[in-house]
């Protein structure tokens, strides 16, 4: 089964900056689809932040919006995030996936958590 795997999470201050990757675990090319970061805060659903499209235009949830940076390289069948200004409140679990989502593409995400 076809995964998509999140990296580049971590501990960072307020302020800081990290940078998230997304690739398939196996055999999936989603150059052509439109692609987004989700993520999941403690007792909350999980919520779309930043999409991208298969032509590379892009949208922002209001809370992220002039902070991060969603791009992806089709060459190398990766979609990334960079966070910038970090907040306490972007704590959470970091996903990425179709936009919609696909249930099986699912992976464990990537954990960021923001220290004030």
């Known amino acids: 089964q076809v995964q998509l795997v999140e990296s580049g999470g971590g501990l960072v201050q307020a302020g800081g900056s990290l940078r998230l990757s997304c690739a398939p675990s196996?055999?999936?090319?989603?150059?052509?689809?439109?692609m987004g970061w989700y993520r999941q805060a403690p007792g909350k659903q999980r919520d779309l932040v930043a999409a991208?499209?298969?032509?590379?235009?892009?949208n922002y949830a209001d809370s992220v919006k002039g902070r991060f940076t969603i791009s992806r390289d089709n060459a190398r069948n990766t979609v990334y995030l960079q966070m910038d200004s970090l907040k306490p409140e972007d704590t959470a679990v970091y996903y990425c996936n179709e936009v919609p989502p696909i249930d099986m593409y699912w992976g464990q995400g990537t954990q960021v958590t923001v220290s004030s």
């Open positions: 991208i499209t298969s032509d590379g235009s892009t």
């Open positions: 196996g055999t999936l090319f989603f150059r052509f689809k439109t």
